[in-house]
């Protein structure tokens, strides 16, 4: 029968699990947003909103634009989010430059550059940069993970190793009058 240490041992596989799996979602993301950026159709966005936050931990920056394409068709995007450090130069801005890839996941992305960088360059290195850390992390966590149930295998629980009775002079067992 189990312990459930070791329970909690063969549980502890999840962490690194969501890891990959966050790592490849954040791949995805910057797939997707190069697909646009590559395949996507040049347009200008009218800027509807533009919403930066006073803090900085706090990172829901957005701006909400609405994008006239060339054959007449308008769509509005709500809530487009931007990491906060790319926000202040856009804000004064009434007009971006974006590309438009209908039926994308992502199907705006901005092209406006600040200084001789496109937005959608920046938030795809992000992307990358998230999901290598999760990768890394999930490595890490894995191989800890990985010896903690192997010593857990070969030597069992170390609170149970080499105890045949409860040692009466341990601190934990002392009474503490007053």
Partial sequence: MKSSLQWVARAAWLA???LVGLSAHQA???????????SGVDATAEVLEMKKGNRSDVTYDYA??????PDGETLTRERL???????????????????VRQGASIPIVIT???GPTPVVDTQMRIAG?????SLGAALLFGIGIWYWNRSLRRD?????????EPDPDHPARQVVRS
């Fill in 16 to 18: 690194p699990l969501l």
């Fill in 28 to 38: 995805k993301v910057a797939y997707d947003l190069h697909s646009t950026k590559v």
């Fill in 64 to 69: 909400s634009l609405r994008v006239t394409l």
């Fill in 81 to 99: 989010s931007l990491p906060h450090g790319l926000v202040p130069p856009l804000l004064d801005r009434e007009t971006l430059q974006v590309r």
């Fill in 112 to 114: 406006e550059t600040i």
């Fill in 129 to 133: 940069i998230n999901g290598l850390m």
């Fill in 156 to 164: 069992g629980d170390p609170a149970d190793r080499d105890v045949t």
